[in-house]
C-alpha cells in the first residue's frame, strides 16, 4: 500500500509539473470549464435557497384558506360560512381575514393592506412595511394619506415600522384596524376576504378540505402544501428560462472543454512517446493522464462551486436575481439563508466531472497503446 501511494505521488509531481509547461493552454481550459461550473452551481444554490425561504415562510401560513368564488372571481365571504364551517367536525380553529389591494398612484406601486384584531392597532394608525418606509420616506410619527376607491381622503399615522427581518413579507404591507378597513374599502359588516383555518389532524387536512367544497360549492379551500407546490413550480420554470437563455452559452463551453481535452497536441504525443520510450507502461501514463484530468476538473469543479457560493449568498446573486425572484416596484431586501443540497452537488459532479474525464482518457488510451515512434513522429 505505501508502495502504491508513493507512486500516485511521483505521478502527481511529474502531472503538475507537465501542466505547468502548458499553462497557457490549462489556464484558458480551467476558466471556461470553472465558469461553466460557475453558471450551474449559482442556479442550483439559489434555487434551492429560495425554496427553502419559501418553505420556511409558508411553514407558520394557515393549513387551508376558504375562498368564495362568483363567477370564477373571487368574492367576498359572507357571515354564515363561519358558523357553516365550524360545524364540519375536525377543524380547530377558523378566522376570517380582511385583506386587499391598493394602488398608489405615487410610486405607481400596489401595497397589501391587512386588518388586524381589534385592539392591536388603534383606528386612525398604521403600521407598514420597511421597503414601502423606505421609498416614501416614513418613520414613526410620520402621517401619509390614502385616497379610497370612493374618492375619499383617508390620513393615518404611523405607528411603527416592521422589522426589516419581515421584509420578504411585509414590504408593501400596511396594517390597520378593522374598523379603518372597512371603512377605507367599504366592506359590509361580518363579510370578510377569506377563511383561514387550522386542522386538529394534519392527515385529515384533505379531507376536511373535500368535504368543505361538497358543503360550499362555490368555496374554493387552498391548501398551505399546494401554495409551497405553486412557488415551487415557478421557481423551476424560471430557472428553466435561464438555462434556456443561456443554453448558447453553456454549449459553446462544453464544446471548449471537450475539444481540448479530447485532442492531443503535438507536445503531448512527442512526450507520450518519449515516455514509452524511456520505459513507461502503458498504465502508467493512462494513470499520469488521469490524475491531469481529475486535478483540472476537480479544481474546476470546486473553484466554480465556491465561486457560485460566494455569488449567491454573499452578493445576492447579482447575476440571477432579476429574473429568478420577479421584479417589484417595492422591492423587498433580504439576505438568503446559505443552504445546500448535497444530492445537488453531487449530481452537478456527475454531469461536470464525469463527462470530462470520459473526453481525457479516450485519445490518451490511443496514443498509450501504439508505438513510440509512431507517436513521435505524429
Not at 25 to 48: C, E, P, Q, R
Amino acid at each position: 500500500m505505501r508502495l502504491w501511494l508513493e507512486k500516485q505521488r511521483h505521478l502527481i509531481d511529474f502531472t503538475l509539473a507537465s501542466l505547468a509547461r502548458r499553462k497557457t493552454k490549462n489556464i484558458g481550459l480551467l476558466l471556461a470549464y470553472m465558469l461553466l461550473v460557475f453558471v450551474l452551481a449559482s442556479l442550483m444554490l439559489f434555487t434551492h435557497a429560495l425554496r427553502s425561504e419559501a418553505a420556511y415562510v409558508l411553514a407558520s401560513s394557515p393549513e387551508v384558506i376558504v375562498q368564495r368564488m362568483v363567477a370564477g372571481r373571487h368574492d367576498l365571504v359572507p357571515p354564515d360560512y363561519l358558523e357553516r364551517i365550524g360545524r364540519v367536525r375536525g377543524v380547530q380553529k377558523m378566522q376570517g381575514r380582511l385583506w386587499g389591494y391598493y394602488y398608489d398612484p405615487v410610486l405607481n406601486a400596489n401595497y397589501t393592506f391587512m386588518a388586524r384584531p381589534s385592539g392591536e392597532i388603534a383606528d386612525g394608525g398604521i403600521m407598514v412595511g420597511n421597503a414601502l418606509a423606505r421609498e416614501r420616506g416614513l418613520s414613526t410619527g410620520n402621517t401619509i394619506s390614502f385616497r379610497s376607491y370612493s374618492g375619499k381622503l383617508f390620513t393615518f399615522e404611523v405607528l411603527a415600522t416592521l422589522s426589516p427581518d419581515s421584509e420578504l413579507l411585509s414590504a408593501d404591507l400596511v396594517l390597520l384596524s378593522e374598523n379603518d378597513f372597512r371603512r377605507f374599502f367599504e366592506y359590509p359588516a361580518g363579510h370578510f376576504t377569506d377563511i383561514a383555518m387550522s386542522v386538529a389532524n394534519p392527515q385529515e387536512v384533505r379531507n376536511i378540505a373535500a368535504k368543505l367544497g361538497k358543503m360550499l360549492p362555490d368555496s374554493r379551500p387552498i391548501l398551505r402544501e399546494e401554495i409551497l407546490r405553486t412557488y415551487e413550480s415557478l421557481f423551476d420554470w424560471r430557472e428553466g428560462i435561464v438555462l434556456t437563455v443561456l443554453a448558447g452559452a453553456i454549449l459553446a463551453f462544453a464544446i471548449l472543454a471537450w475539444e481540448k481535452a479530447s485532442g492531443l497536441s503535438a507536445e503531448e504525443k512527442r512526450e507520450i512517446g518519449i515516455l514509452k520510450a524511456i520505459g513507461w507502461e502503458t498504465s502508467d501514463i493512462i494513470r499520469m493522464k488521469s490524475w491531469e484530468g481529475l486535478l483540472i476538473s476537480i479544481t474546476a469543479f470546486l473553484g466554480g462551486v465556491l465561486a457560485a457560493y460566494v455569488h449567491v449568498f454573499h452578493f445576492g446573486a447579482a447575476v440571477f436575481e432579476p429574473v429568478l425572484k420577479g421584479w417589484s416596484v417595492l422591492y423587498p431586501k433580504f439576505k438568503l439563508l446559505p443552504t445546500v443540497d448535497g444530492l445537488q452537488l453531487i449530481t452537478l459532479l456527475f454531469f461536470t466531472v464525469f463527462p470530462y474525464m470520459a473526453a481525457v482518457l479516450v485519445p490518451i488510451w490511443r496514443a498509450a497503446i501504439a508505438d513510440p515512434d509512431t507517436v513521435m513522429r505524429a
